[in-house]
Protein backbone atom coordinates (compact mmCIF):
# COMPACT_ATOMS: atom_id res chain seq x y z
CA UNK A 1 0.00 0.00 0.00
CA UNK A 2 1.23 3.25 -1.04
CA UNK A 3 1.06 6.46 1.43
CA UNK A 4 -1.37 8.90 0.79
CA UNK A 5 -1.05 11.14 -1.65
CA UNK A 6 -2.69 14.62 -0.95
CA UNK A 7 -4.33 15.25 -4.34
CA UNK A 8 -7.10 17.24 -2.56
CA UNK A 9 -7.52 18.88 0.70
CA UNK A 10 -10.02 16.94 2.60
CA UNK A 11 -11.03 18.23 5.51
CA UNK A 12 -13.85 17.22 8.57
CA UNK A 13 -17.34 18.32 8.49
CA UNK A 14 -18.69 19.53 11.75
CA UNK A 15 -21.33 17.49 13.59
CA UNK A 16 -24.27 18.75 14.94
CA UNK A 17 -27.61 17.53 16.57
CA UNK A 18 -30.58 19.32 14.55
CA UNK A 19 -34.32 18.12 16.27
CA UNK A 20 -32.30 15.54 17.70
CA UNK A 21 -31.27 14.48 14.74
CA UNK A 22 -27.19 14.21 13.44
CA UNK A 23 -26.51 16.70 10.90
CA UNK A 24 -23.05 17.36 9.34
CA UNK A 25 -22.61 20.98 8.82
CA UNK A 26 -19.95 22.14 5.86
CA UNK A 27 -17.99 26.22 6.35
CA UNK A 28 -20.92 28.11 4.73
CA UNK A 29 -23.67 26.22 4.51
CA UNK A 30 -26.80 25.16 6.12
CA UNK A 31 -26.82 21.70 8.27
CA UNK A 32 -27.50 18.17 5.80
CA UNK A 33 -28.85 14.79 6.59
CA UNK A 34 -25.77 12.04 6.10
CA UNK A 35 -26.37 9.54 3.36
CA UNK A 36 -26.79 7.03 6.30
CA UNK A 37 -29.46 8.19 7.53
CA UNK A 38 -31.31 8.74 3.57
CA UNK A 39 -30.86 5.45 3.10
CA UNK A 40 -32.25 4.34 6.60
CA UNK A 41 -35.27 6.52 6.56
CA UNK A 42 -36.38 5.69 3.07
CA UNK A 43 -35.42 1.67 3.65
CA UNK A 44 -38.10 -0.82 3.65
CA UNK A 45 -37.57 -2.35 7.20
CA UNK A 46 -39.84 -5.72 6.55
CA UNK A 47 -37.12 -7.83 6.26
CA UNK A 48 -35.37 -6.67 9.04
CA UNK A 49 -38.23 -7.03 11.61
CA UNK A 50 -39.00 -10.18 10.51
CA UNK A 51 -35.65 -11.14 11.09
CA UNK A 52 -35.56 -9.53 14.33
CA UNK A 53 -39.25 -11.58 15.17
CA UNK A 54 -37.35 -14.56 14.22
CA UNK A 55 -34.17 -14.52 16.15
CA UNK A 56 -35.57 -12.58 19.17
CA UNK A 57 -35.39 -9.47 20.17
CA UNK A 58 -32.52 -9.90 22.75
CA UNK A 59 -30.74 -12.00 20.10
CA UNK A 60 -30.66 -9.82 17.48
CA UNK A 61 -29.83 -7.10 19.69
CA UNK A 62 -26.65 -9.16 20.94
CA UNK A 63 -25.64 -9.92 17.10
CA UNK A 64 -26.15 -6.47 16.10
CA UNK A 65 -23.78 -4.89 18.81
CA UNK A 66 -21.44 -7.62 18.33
CA UNK A 67 -20.91 -7.00 14.55
CA UNK A 68 -21.00 -3.35 14.83
CA UNK A 69 -18.24 -3.45 17.17
CA UNK A 70 -15.84 -6.05 15.13
CA UNK A 71 -16.68 -3.26 11.92
CA UNK A 72 -15.30 -0.46 13.67
CA UNK A 73 -12.15 -2.31 15.17
CA UNK A 74 -11.55 -3.44 11.19
CA UNK A 75 -12.28 -0.13 9.95
CA UNK A 76 -9.70 1.56 12.48
CA UNK A 77 -7.23 -1.14 11.76
CA UNK A 78 -8.00 -0.53 7.88
CA UNK A 79 -7.75 2.79 8.69
CA UNK A 80 -4.01 2.45 10.16
CA UNK A 81 -2.74 0.28 7.48
CA UNK A 82 -3.74 2.73 4.64
CA UNK A 83 -1.43 5.55 6.67
CA UNK A 84 1.10 3.35 7.70
CA UNK A 85 0.82 2.90 11.31
CA UNK A 86 1.53 -0.43 12.99
CA UNK A 87 -1.33 -2.50 13.07
CA UNK A 88 -1.35 -5.30 16.16
CA UNK A 89 -4.55 -7.64 16.75
CA UNK A 90 -4.22 -7.60 20.34
CA UNK A 91 -5.58 -9.83 22.89
CA UNK A 92 -9.05 -9.18 23.10
CA UNK A 93 -11.04 -11.81 21.04
CA UNK A 94 -13.06 -8.96 19.01
CA UNK A 95 -10.08 -7.01 17.94
CA UNK A 96 -8.20 -10.61 17.32
CA UNK A 97 -11.33 -11.24 14.66
CA UNK A 98 -11.21 -7.98 13.55
CA UNK A 99 -7.75 -8.09 12.62
CA UNK A 100 -7.80 -11.04 10.59
CA UNK A 101 -11.14 -9.54 8.74
CA UNK A 102 -8.79 -6.65 7.71
CA UNK A 103 -5.90 -8.69 6.57
CA UNK A 104 -8.83 -10.01 4.03
CA UNK A 105 -9.26 -7.34 2.65
CA UNK A 106 -5.55 -6.08 2.23
CA UNK A 107 -4.84 -9.37 0.88
CA UNK A 108 -7.64 -9.51 -1.21
CA UNK A 109 -8.94 -5.59 -2.35
CA UNK A 110 -6.40 -3.16 -1.09
CA UNK A 111 -3.54 -4.27 -3.92
CA UNK A 112 -4.93 -2.84 -6.61
CA UNK A 113 -5.22 0.59 -4.71
CA UNK A 114 -2.55 1.96 -6.32
CA UNK A 115 -3.13 5.78 -5.40
CA UNK A 116 -4.71 6.86 -2.15
CA UNK A 117 -5.92 10.19 -1.95
CA UNK A 118 -7.91 10.15 1.57
CA UNK A 119 -8.55 8.30 4.19
CA UNK A 120 -12.08 8.59 6.14
CA UNK A 121 -12.63 11.66 4.23
CA UNK A 122 -15.90 13.56 5.07
CA UNK A 123 -17.57 14.60 1.31
CA UNK A 124 -21.09 17.11 1.16
CA UNK A 125 -23.00 17.74 -1.80
CA UNK A 126 -24.39 21.58 -0.88
CA UNK A 127 -27.71 21.60 1.30
CA UNK A 128 -28.34 18.24 0.26
CA UNK A 129 -26.76 15.42 1.89
CA UNK A 130 -22.80 14.42 3.87
CA UNK A 131 -21.40 11.48 4.87
CA UNK A 132 -17.52 9.95 5.30
CA UNK A 133 -16.26 7.46 2.58
CA UNK A 134 -13.89 5.05 3.67
CA UNK A 135 -11.54 5.45 1.03
CA UNK A 136 -10.72 8.12 -1.99
CA UNK A 137 -8.03 6.81 -4.82
CA UNK A 138 -7.27 4.79 -7.54
CA UNK A 139 -8.60 0.92 -7.90
CA UNK A 140 -7.15 -0.68 -10.94
CA UNK A 141 -6.34 2.57 -13.03
CA UNK A 142 -9.39 4.47 -12.58
CA UNK A 143 -10.50 6.80 -9.55
CA UNK A 144 -12.69 5.58 -6.69
CA UNK A 145 -14.62 5.86 -4.03
CA UNK A 146 -13.67 2.67 -1.85
CA UNK A 147 -15.85 1.24 1.56
CA UNK A 148 -15.07 -1.34 3.83
CA UNK A 149 -17.94 -3.65 4.98
CA UNK A 150 -17.94 -6.44 7.36
CA UNK A 151 -20.96 -9.72 7.02
CA UNK A 152 -21.83 -12.54 8.88
CA UNK A 153 -22.07 -14.20 6.12
CA UNK A 154 -21.52 -13.66 1.91
CA UNK A 155 -24.10 -11.72 0.44
CA UNK A 156 -26.14 -11.63 -2.87
CA UNK A 157 -26.02 -8.43 -5.08
CA UNK A 158 -29.96 -7.61 -4.71
CA UNK A 159 -29.01 -7.60 -0.47
CA UNK A 160 -26.55 -4.72 -1.20
CA UNK A 161 -28.22 -1.97 -2.87
CA UNK A 162 -28.09 0.20 -0.52
CA UNK A 163 -23.69 0.00 -0.72
CA UNK A 164 -24.08 1.13 -4.32
CA UNK A 165 -26.23 3.95 -3.20
CA UNK A 166 -23.62 4.91 -0.75
CA UNK A 167 -20.81 4.64 -3.46
CA UNK A 168 -22.56 7.03 -6.10
CA UNK A 169 -23.71 9.62 -3.16
CA UNK A 170 -20.06 9.89 -2.36
CA UNK A 171 -18.98 10.42 -5.84
CA UNK A 172 -21.34 12.31 -6.97
CA UNK A 173 -20.12 14.81 -3.65
CA UNK A 174 -16.80 14.61 -4.67
CA UNK A 175 -17.57 15.40 -8.20
CA UNK A 176 -19.01 18.32 -7.02
CA UNK A 177 -16.60 19.39 -4.43
CA UNK A 178 -13.63 19.00 -6.59
CA UNK A 179 -14.53 19.01 -10.08
CA UNK A 180 -13.57 15.56 -10.39
CA UNK A 181 -14.96 12.66 -13.05
CA UNK A 182 -15.45 9.53 -10.92
CA UNK A 183 -17.97 7.31 -11.83
CA UNK A 184 -16.15 4.06 -9.70
CA UNK A 185 -17.06 2.22 -6.96
CA UNK A 186 -15.64 -0.60 -4.89
CA UNK A 187 -17.16 -2.60 -1.55
CA UNK A 188 -14.83 -4.68 0.18
CA UNK A 189 -16.10 -6.93 2.12
CA UNK A 190 -14.71 -10.10 4.94
CA UNK A 191 -17.09 -11.98 6.64
CA UNK A 192 -16.49 -13.15 9.72
CA UNK A 193 -15.38 -16.42 8.50
CA UNK A 194 -12.83 -14.20 6.82
CA UNK A 195 -14.11 -15.27 3.48
CA UNK A 196 -13.93 -12.28 0.79
CA UNK A 197 -16.38 -10.76 -1.81
CA UNK A 198 -16.34 -7.26 -3.40
CA UNK A 199 -19.02 -5.87 -5.63
CA UNK A 200 -18.48 -2.23 -8.08
CA UNK A 201 -20.84 -0.35 -9.49
CA UNK A 202 -21.46 -1.38 -12.68
CA UNK A 203 -23.58 0.87 -14.31
CA UNK A 204 -23.37 4.55 -12.79
CA UNK A 205 -25.77 6.71 -14.19
CA UNK A 206 -28.49 3.57 -13.32
CA UNK A 207 -27.34 3.57 -9.87
CA UNK A 208 -27.33 7.28 -9.57
CA UNK A 209 -30.93 7.81 -10.89
CA UNK A 210 -31.68 5.29 -8.04
CA UNK A 211 -29.55 7.60 -5.71
CA UNK A 212 -31.37 10.60 -6.48
CA UNK A 213 -34.77 9.07 -6.08
CA UNK A 214 -33.89 7.95 -2.79
CA UNK A 215 -33.07 12.01 -1.95
CA UNK A 216 -36.25 13.26 -3.08
CA UNK A 217 -38.23 10.27 -1.06
CA UNK A 218 -36.09 11.82 1.95
CA UNK A 219 -36.66 15.15 1.32
CA UNK A 220 -40.69 14.26 0.79
CA UNK A 221 -40.89 12.81 3.99
CA UNK A 222 -39.21 15.51 6.53
CA UNK A 223 -41.33 18.22 4.42
CA UNK A 224 -44.72 16.53 4.73
Do not use: C
Not at 14 to 38: F, L, N, Q, W
Not at 93 to 114: C, E, F, P, Y
Not at 171 to 179: L, M
Amino acid sequence: MRLITEKYKYERLKRVEVDGKRRYVAPGHPPVASVTTILSSTKDMTHLHEWRKRVGKEKAQQITTESANIGTVMHTSLEKHVKGHERKPGSNLIHQKAHAMANVIIDNGLTDVSEVWGSEVSLHYPELYAGTTDLVGVYKGAPAIMDFKQARKLKKKEWVEDYYLQLVAYAEAHNKQYDTQIKSGRIFISTQANEYQTFEIDNYDQWVGKWYAKLEEYYKQILD
